[in-house]
């Protein structure tokens, strides 16, 4: 089955203590990218890659780290996580220029993160 | 002015009523357009992509208007299993980001 699959799904954790959530997709998707969701803001970039070895800051990058050694995975750290940082996160991926469904992007189920 | 504006509900419809929501965007340069729609607490899922011809998925219609920046979701005989947020969403003309701009979501709630 074709997925994008995160974990943890849900992590409580305490403020300064580094975490790595994983994202990996089985779809053979050049471009991977994080997104964080919160009220009254709805969905922001964080970072986003364009094939392995290649990743760029989206619109909230500060606080966070990405690296894609792999086509398949794309993870998530923070190196120090903050309160401010409690949110809900989503993985997503989407197919290689070119392809019909380019811009299309496909969602894992979300990584609920409360920093305490 | 946000760069893409939704009405945030909730719209309180009844069983098979017919709803509409509209959706402005900032960018006239913007590319490609899409609905998604997200369940509570869920990940967005692709509802429909947009065309500038209008298109139709069943009970839905999308439909573009660039002279007027907007783009529209028409469901028809709409379902319970239709209460959802409806997320606009546009893709920026932003180089080699793929980099979706989402609107914050229209809520829809169909009671029976």
């Known amino acids: 089955e074709a997925q994008v699959t995160q974990n943890p799904r849900y992590l409580i954790t305490v403020t300064g203590k580094k975490l790595t959530v994983t994202c990996s997709q089985n779809?053979?998707?050049?471009?991977m990218s994080w997104y964080r969701q919160d009220p009254g803001l709805g969905l922001r970039q964080i970072y986003y890659?364009?094939?392995?070895?290649?990743?760029d800051k989206g619109d909230v990058p500060e606080g966070y780290k990405v690296s894609r050694k792999e086509k398949r995975n794309f993870p998530l750290i923070l190196e120090s996580p903050s309160p401010n940082q409690t949110s809900l996160y989503f993985c997503?991926?989407?197919?290689?220029?070119?392809?019909?469904?380019?811009?299309?992007?496909?969602f894992g189920a979300g990584t609920r993160l409360s920093v305490l | 002015r946000k760069e893409v504006e939704q009405d945030p509900g909730p719209f309180n419809v009844p069983e098979g009523a017919t709803v509409a929501f509209n959706c402005t965007y900032s960018?006239?340069?913007?590319?490609?357009f899409f609905w998604y729609r997200q369940d509570c607490r869920k990940e967005p899922k692709l509802l429909m992509s947009?065309?500038?011809?209008?298109n139709e998925d069943g009970r839905f219609t999308a439909q573009l208007n660039r002279a007027s920046q907007y783009i529209s979701l028409l469901i028809r005989d709409s379902k319970l299993s239709d209460s959802a947020t409806y997320l606009c969403?546009?893709?920026?003309?932003?180089?080699?980001?793929?980099?979706?701009?989402w609107g914050l979501g229209t809520s829809l709630a169909v009671n029976p």
């Open positions: 969403v546009v893709k920026a003309n932003a180089g080699n980001n793929r980099k979706l701009i």
């Open positions: 890659s364009m094939n392995v070895e290649v990743t």
């Open positions: 997503a991926s989407s197919p290689r220029p070119g392809q019909l469904a380019k811009n299309i992007q496909y």
């Open positions: 947009v065309y500038s011809s209008g």
């Open positions: 779809m053979n998707h050049e471009y």
């Open positions: 960018n006239s340069a913007s590319q490609s």
